[in-house]
Each structure stands twice: as C-alpha cells, then as structure tokens.
C-alpha cells in the first residue's frame, strides 16, 4: 500500500517536471508586461487569442504573433505545438473544458465554478477519507497528548521508539492511516496550478466578467477600482472560507498554542496571495473550500448518526 502511495507521488513530481509552465510576458528591460487595466502580469504562451484591445497592443508591441494562435472559440485540445506532459494532459483539457462549457452556460467564472464541482463529486472518495481521517484524529486526540506528554523529557532513543510504537497503537485502534489524509492535501497543490495555468493561459477567461469582478484583475487592482465591492466581497469569501475549512481540520482541544494559530497563519498567507493573484483563481478557491467545509459537515453528521444507531 505505501508502495503505491510512493509510485502515485512520483507520478507527480515528474509530471510538474515536464511541465511546459506559464511563463510570462516581458518587455525589452526583462521587465513583466502588466495590463494597468487589470494588474495582471500578462502570460507569453498563451493558448489562443486574446479580443482586449490593450491586450492585443501589449502582446503585438512585445513580439507576440497572436495571429498564429486559434481563437478561443476555436481552440481544441490538439492546438499548438507539444510543450510536455503536463500541459498535454492537465492544461489544454481543462482550458478547453472551461471555454466549452463556458459558451455552452454564457459565462466562464460559472464554466470554472461547474468544473470545480465536478472535479470534487469525482473525487469525493478521496476527500471523504481524508475528512474520515479528520474525524478519526479528533477522538484520538487525548490519547496522542497522553503519549506525547509521557515522553515528553525523554530523548533517548529507546524512549523514542516506545513512544512511536505507542503511537502506532493508537493509530491501529481508530484506524487511522496518517499517509492516507494527506492524500487530497498533495492532490489539492497539483489542481490548484492547473486551473492557474489554464486561467493565465486563455485570454477568454480572463477577460471575462462576472458579479462585478473582471477575472482577469487582480483584488489588489480591482480594490481600487469603480467595482471595489465585488473585489472586497471575495476577499471576505476567501478568508471566511479559508479559515473555516482550516479551523475544522483542527484536532483536539488542548493541543499546543501554536498549532492552534495555524488556521489563522495560514489564512493570512493565502489572503496575502489572492491579492496578487487573479480573480478567477479567488472564486476557484472559494468554491473549492465551500465544497470542503459541506463535506465535512455531512461526514461529520454522518458519523454522529452511526454512532447512535
């Protein structure tokens, strides 16, 4: 079973190896071409055309032929020229799904929210273990900090491996696999950059609009703009989200002081990110940590309703 965990994480690291990357735009000096427009530092390999007029004047003045590239509306799986494994199965797929199913439903953040959807009910086996490790962890708990404190003072090697062989007691009582709920976590990292490359990649969609927000700016930018709201909006959405579905992932009661910060810690770095990132990906994550916290909100009802019958 570790072994093919192992094989599974290979599998990954060799993919984001081959990766053909977004790589960005940048002017005679070396600098990143921004759209002032958007904030958005604009991407060199794009998929397909861009239709921004400032957009076009930036991509024609740094040297980009956007006449080679398909429309967008044109765009197909097989388009362009082969740039490696990852962008042959991950980025080209999921861009042409997003276009499909975003002419297909009027809009392209929707098109991404679907997506988003989909790709959580396919793996919801995964997710639900992980959610089940959560809720496994949680009744653990005291025995863990029990053990933990026993060998608190002792650092001889003999007292480490009782204290790891205790350890492994627990976990084989509440069935607890610790390789097995950080699966989605690792899967999580992979996702996250495709539907990155697929958004900074397709002009379509971060053209788009949606309730104010125009995919393509970033909060920072779009803070400062006419449709403030909206940005400040999903600022407030990733937060909440983010800390919530952290907070609920939490083990334990009397666990280290520290350990107890990292949802808030955390929160912070990501809400620092999203700033600078675009839109797209804020909605992207919000429906993504909504999907999680829902999740463990039915796998916790679950499990109280089993435990009573």
Known sequence: MKKSKLKIIIVLILLLLTTGCTQTLVDDDKQAVRNEQTGQNLTENILCQPTNKEN??????????????????????????YEGLWTSIFIKPLAFVLLWLGRLVGNYAVSLIIISIIIRLISFPITKKTALQSELMKKAQPEIEKITKKYKDKQDQESMMRQSQEMMMVYKKYNISPMSGCIFAML???????????????PALFEDRF???????????????????????????????????????????????????????????????????????????????????????????????????
């Open 56 to 81: 076009i004047k930036l991509y024609e003045e740094n040297g980009v032929n956007i006449d080679k590239l398909p429309t967008c509306d044109e765009f197909k799986i097989t388009s362009g020229k």
């Open 188 to 202: 999580q990292l992979p996702l996250f950059i495709a539907f990155f490359e697929a958004v900074q990649r397709t």
């Open 211 to 309: 309730l104010g927000l125009q995919l393509g700016t970033t909060p920072m930018v779009g803070i400062t703009s006419t449709t403030f709201i909206a940005y400040l909006v999903l600022m407030l959405l990733i937060a909440a989200t983010t800390f919530y579905s952290f907070k609920m992932n939490m083990t334990g009661n009397n666990m280290d002081p520290s350990m107890k910060m990292m949802p808030i810690m955390m929160s912070v770095i990501i809400i620092i990110t999203a700033l600078f990132m675009p839109s797209a990906l804020g909605i992207y994550w919000v429906t993504s940590n909504l999907l999680t916290i829902i999740q463990n909100i039915v796998v916790k009802r679950s499990k109280e309703v089993h435990g009573k019958a």
